[in-house]
């Protein structure tokens, strides 16, 4: 079973099409970063925009990279909640009129549970729409292989990554399907590509007309490819139910436990911010660029985390989490050593911090923020014993949360490569198959998005 899913939550717009909620064909994220880095934040109309300039070329986009057309396509899912209103209904709208024209059934997808479903993409198959012989044999030889020898030590791990890199290699140089970066990277590879492009003519009109005009040929592939990545590094196998899941994101700081798909339990949550959103306001105030999360643990790395010492919130409930005391223990601590007190403007903080403070207090900050984290996820492991942990969400990018996690947990933690832990529609489409499985679509004339919804809201009643 093929699904396309489709994404537009917040600042990515993506479409993926995945097979069996296993093997991803296609995975196309345009991020809109380089566009809301120059307010330091999402600002939500611009957002919504962006994502209507982009839907269409982008859901052609996966279709093609995945060698399909819509006949082999069985389904569409796509994320109808959380998010910001008018973002999630640029691609509820889409997937919407898309069911509607194709007759396939929809799938409206909870997006923070869709965060989990990126780790059970365990295969690829980036073929771009070419003949499947020969890359088909290699990966399945190496399937057979590793299904016969199904352990998962390090250097079994280590093996199984180096011959992913050499199947890829030996199959198709110019395979790979990622839209890395942002637009306007897009931009400038597709302007050094077409040569006719003029300047101040932005990446979204450029693809728009090109495929608007079916000439996309001359300007946006060869520019997408040439900042593309090889392949994904996967994992080895699915994780296993029960199942504890640590959902961090921008928007999103919970841990659930999952029995089987669709059944699972809410053990705790943020009570304020999300971790995410308090990696991006703590770079804020030090002065690093937008998103936090990523140039904090960048600065961290040339810091000393045990330089400040800074508060870990006791929350009542037991695997609840509460970070807007540490933003702003972080905040009041950078007034101090700056030597201004609280009344002093937080937007002109970050021209007095200097590198090594900055770095210093990345270090620390990231430090107690991991911590709060892994103490909690370690809590739950002994009280419910589950198969398998798994990470998700864009904060399950950060390796100082890997690192601590696989330091402190008896069983190996499991995360997905880096590119389904941000905003995409792999995820989308992979918990769209299970979905699919056990429930029945929805009316593609009826689904409205929901822009504030807890996962537990979104619990599956199972019909099949
Ligand atoms: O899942 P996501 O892409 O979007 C939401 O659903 O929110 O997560 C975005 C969040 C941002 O707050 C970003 O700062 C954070 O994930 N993030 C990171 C890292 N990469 C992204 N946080 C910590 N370390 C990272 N390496
Ligand atoms: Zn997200």
Known sequence: MKILGIESSCDETAASVVENGRLVLSHVVVSQIDIHKHYGGVVPEIAARSHIEVINPVVQEALERAGCSWDDIDAIAVTYAPGLVGSLLVG??????LAILHDKPLYPIHHVEAHVYANFVVEQDLGRGTSRTGKGE???SLERELDSTPSKTASRRESYDSRVADVSSRVEPSSPLVYEGSR?????????????ISEGTSATRVSAAAYATETRSEAVPDGIEATSLPTFRLPTHQPAFPMLALIVSGGHSQLVLFRDHGDYELLGQTQDDAVGEAFDKVAKILGLPYPGGPSIAEAAKKGDAKRYKLPKARMPGRYDFSFSGLK???LRAVQHEVGKDFTFPSHELPGLVDDEMRHNFAASFQRVAVETLVDKAIAAYREFGPASVVI???????????RQLADRLPIPIEYAPIQFCTDNATMVATL???RAQKLEPADPYTVEVVP?????KSKWAITK
């Open 184 to 196: 306007y990277e897009t931009f400038e590879v597709a302007r050094g590509e077409a040569g006719a």
């Open 392 to 402: 998700a969400g864009g904060v399950a990018a950060n390796l100082e949360l890997r």
């Open 328 to 330: 702003t223990a972080v």
């Open 138 to 140: 290699s990966r399945e």
């Open 92 to 97: 509820t709208l889409a997937a919407r009129t």
């Open 452 to 456: 504030s919804l807890s996962m537990t």
């Open 432 to 434: 769209g198959y299970y």
